[in-house]
T-cell receptor, first 116, second 111 residues
Framework: DAGVIQSPRHEVTEMGQEVTLRCKPI?????LFWYRQTMMRGLELLIY????????DSGMPEDRFSAKMPNASFSTLKIQPSEPRDSAVYFC??????????????FGPGTRLTVT | EDQVTQSPEALRLQEGESSSLNCSYT??????LFWYRQDPGKGPEFLFT???AGEEKEKERLKATLTKKESFLHITAPKPEDSATYLC????????????FGQGTTLQVKP
């Protein structure tokens, strides 16, 4: 089975540009998570969805960040405008939750974003 | 508020030198404790889920154990390929679907 798929794997952009990160979760998973990882702050949860509906976006740093999940097999994280402090590795993860299920999250390979 | 603290931050071992990583947690209604392994440049890889105190799980040289306040990841006779960052996370009853991650322990095993 294919795991979580993220694209692009690397993104280099200039300050002020719009950046869109993409994620395809594991088929059958009903939870999708977006994380950001830096050396200083570790792994931070930005937002998560359940059945395509955003449940908790309290980790989204500011209004420049937005996320959507138009269907069960696709999600985007957009940064507009981007700033150098947004440079990080962004991970998408998915899980299957519910009674008797473990909620184990499976992570994608990440997108390394560099904003110059 | 659910919280996870891992120690030590970094650990250096000689090949074959067994040790343990600690994960202390506070959570309202533990629904699961998770261990992940992360290699440089890759996403975290799921290792184990533990659900209740006294539970143990093993995979090759790794054994995870759980008490009411902490979990240990025991590494027996480690090899250089065990070098990675090990992350612990909890799922509490107040956070449906959401995991709270610790900062991780970076393990280096020297040949």
């Amino acid at each position: 089975d294919a795991g979580v798929i993220q694209s692009p794997r690397h993104e280099v952009t200039e300050m002020g540009q719009e950046v869109t990160l993409r994620c395809k979760p594991i088929s059958g998973h009903d939870y999708l998570f977006w994380y950001r990882q830096t050396m200083m702050r570790g792994l931070e949860l930005l937002i998560y969805f359940n059945n395509n509906v955003p449940i908790d976006d309290s980790g989204m740093p500011e209004d420049r960040f937005s996320a959507k999940m138009p269907n069960a097999s696709f999600s985007t994280l957009k940064i507009q405008p981007s700033e150098p402090r947004d440079s990080a590795v962004y991970f998408c993860a998915s899980s299957r939750g519910g009674r008797g299920l473990g909620y184990e999250q499976y992570f994608g390979p990440g997108t390394r974003l560099t904003v110059t | 508020e659910d919280q996870v603290t891992q120690s030590p931050e970094a650990l250096r071992l000689q090949e074959g030198e067994s040790s343990s990583l600690n994960c202390s947690y506070t959570v309202s209604g533990l629904r699961g404790l998770f261990w992940y392994r992360q290699d440089p440049g890759k996403g975290p890889e799921f290792l184990f889920t533990l659900y209740s105190a006294g539970e143990e799980k093993e995979k090759e040289r790794l054994k995870a154990t759980l008490t009411k306040k902490e979990s240990f990841l025991h590494i027996t006779a480690p090899k250089p390929e065990d070098s990675a960052t090990y992350l612990c996370a909890v799922h509490g009853s107040s956070n449906t679907g959401k995991l709270i991650f610790g900062q991780g322990t970076t393990l280096q095993v020297k040949p």
